[in-house]
């Protein structure tokens, strides 16, 4: 499809499992954005990759958080030991636009990780 | 650093009637802010931004909102509201010059009564 895919939509993870969520931007898109979406909250910025760069990282709440985008394209959010307070849906959203620019955000529909 | 504020976290309004959601936001200088809505296991979807040209901004499915800046807000609205309007709708906020990350606000949740 044209659209920012993520997978997998849902994950159950037991307490101190490590996951990986995928996500495949829209082909072309410079910009990818991953956020957190706690139940009943707004989307909560993670990280930002300028192609395979990683230029900002600073919304990772902590080391067990890892996000790669080794080719420019597919991304992947790794979280290790996970805990229960990472129990949130996860969004990607990749834009075609650089720095500066008011460039639309395109969203994947998440992927919703329950830790138990 | 950047935020926004949306006053009530659910509105709920009969099918016809005015749709206002209602959008605050905190900066010296005029941002670019965008309305997003979100359908149950649906991701968000763009309904409209502003960047700076007209204050008041027409989106999509009869959304519009208009910037003021002596009040710091964009609120959004629509003049009457069909059953398929119920989601929960997100403002939200980015610097100009900045990466393109977004701010979000809480989001409202809005009802549509038959």
């Known amino acids: 499809g044209a659209g920012v895919s993520q997978s997998p939509r849902y994950k159950v993870a037991k307490r101190g499992q490590d996951v990986a969520l995928r996500c495949d931007p829209i082909?072309?898109?410079?910009?990818l954005f991953w956020y957190q979406q706690a139940l009943g909250q707004g989307p909560e910025f993670l990280t930002y990759?300028?192609?395979?760069?990683?230029?900002?990282k600073s919304g990772l709440p902590s080391d067990r958080f890892f996000a790669e985008r080794p080719e420019g394209s597919v991304s992947t959010l790794k979280i290790q030991r996970t805990q229960q307070e990472d129990s949130a849906v996860y969004l990607c959203?990749?834009?075609?636009?650089?720095?500066?620019?008011?460039?639309?955000?395109?969203f994947g529909e998440g992927s919703r990780l329950t830790v138990l | 650093a950047q935020s926004v504020t949306q006053l009530g976290s659910h509105v709920s309004v009969s099918e016809g009637a005015l749709v206002l959601l209602r959008c605050n936001y905190s900066?010296?200088?005029?941002?670019?802010l965008f309305w997003y809505v979100q359908y149950p296991n649906q991701g968000l979807q763009l309904l409209l931004k502003?960047?700076?040209?007209?204050?008041l901004v027409k989106g999509i499915n009869g959304f519009e909102a208009e910037f003021k800046k002596s009040e710091t807000s964009f609120h959004l609205t629509k003049p009457s509201a069909h059953m398929s309007d119920a989601a929960e709708y997100f403002c939200?906020?980015?610097?100009?010059?900045?990466?393109?990350?977004?701010?979000f606000g809480k989001g409202t949740k809005l009802s549509v009564k038959p």
């Open positions: 959203a990749s834009s075609l636009r650089n720095r500066g620019s008011a460039g639309e955000l395109f």
């Open positions: 082909s072309g898109h410079v910009s």
């Open positions: 990759f300028q192609n395979e760069a990683q230029l900002d």
């Open positions: 900066s010296s200088v005029p941002p670019y």
């Open positions: 502003y960047t700076s040209a007209a204050t």
């Open positions: 939200a906020v980015s610097d100009r010059g900045s990466q393109g990350n977004l701010i």
